[in-house]
């Protein structure tokens, strides 16, 4: 059993309001690069042009060269162990929501029914102009035949949250609630280093509650805030962690 695991279960079990927050890491074992990262979109688009909303405000078919990988991207990936235990934990009463940095609704997929979405949702698509929403699936986007909205003709956008866009409104109160009256926050393959998400495991400490990190490596989290450190890969810890806690019930 990986150090930490006994210890978190021990004080998840007497939790009354757990929640999750994950970033890019979590998505890495469904085979989504962190975008930062070697490999990442961000090796071969530069998101100031490419990942900005000014850009696709005026050059929106430049811009859907990304996007049509973004979305091949996405749809080819599948939940993996990790998504499916958070998933579980829910499905246990143990888990009250999931906050997550990442557009790629693999925790949807995977069964979880409360995800807060800092960065909006790679498989919905938006008109700027009059609000219409649509999935990819209704267009041919295998083909990279850029999708019109069919009440305006404008070109349409993933709801995907660009650089020069604000974060939704009710992601923002939402998140910020649960944070208020969580007792436990799991931080999943992320380092909550950049805001508002880096917010979330302070806001949870300064209420009494308890940090449990599950990352790779250690983070700036792990000294600052992390009241337990689960090094590992979040496929295999987190699926250990329900199977100790089953145990327990």
Wanted: hydrophobic share 40%.
């Amino acid at each position: 059993m990986k150090p930490g695991i006994a210890e978190a279960a021990t004080i998840i079990k007497k939790s009354k309001s757990m929640i999750a927050l994950t970033g890019a890491g979590i998505s890495v074992e469904s085979g989504i690069p962190d975008f930062r990262s070697s490999g990442g979109l961000w090796d071969k688009y530069d998101p100031s042009v490419y990942a900005s909303i000014y850009s696709f405000r005026n050059m929106p078919e430049k811009v859907w060269e990304m996007i049509f990988e973004l979305i091949e991207m996405t749809d080819k990936a599948k939940p993996n162990p990790a998504h499916l235990a958070l998933a579980e934990l829910e499905k246990m009463n143990l888990l009250k929501a999931v906050i997550t940095q990442n557009i790629d609704n693999l925790h949807q997929e995977a069964g979880s029914s409360n995800v807060i979405e800092y960065h909006g949702n790679a498989k919905h698509l938006v008109c700027l102009q009059c609000g219409e929403q649509y999935s990819p699936d209704e267009y041919d986007i295998d083909k990279r035949i850029i999708p019109h909205c069919e009440m305006c003709g404008k070109i349409l956008k993933p709801s995907v949250i660009f650089f020069g866009e604000m974060i939704p409104h009710d992601a923002l109160h939402q998140s910020q609630k649960y944070a208020e009256e969580a007792d436990v926050v799991l931080v999943v393959g992320t380092s909550a280093v950049v805001y508002p998400a880096a917010g979330i495991p302070g806001i949870v400490k300064n209420h009494g509650g308890k940090v449990i990190e599950f990352n790779l490596e250690e983070t700036e989290l792990t000294s600052a805030c992390a009241d337990i450190f689960i090094q590992g890969s979040a496929g295999k810890t987190l699926p250990e962690l329900v199977s100790v806690l089953k145990k327990q019930v």
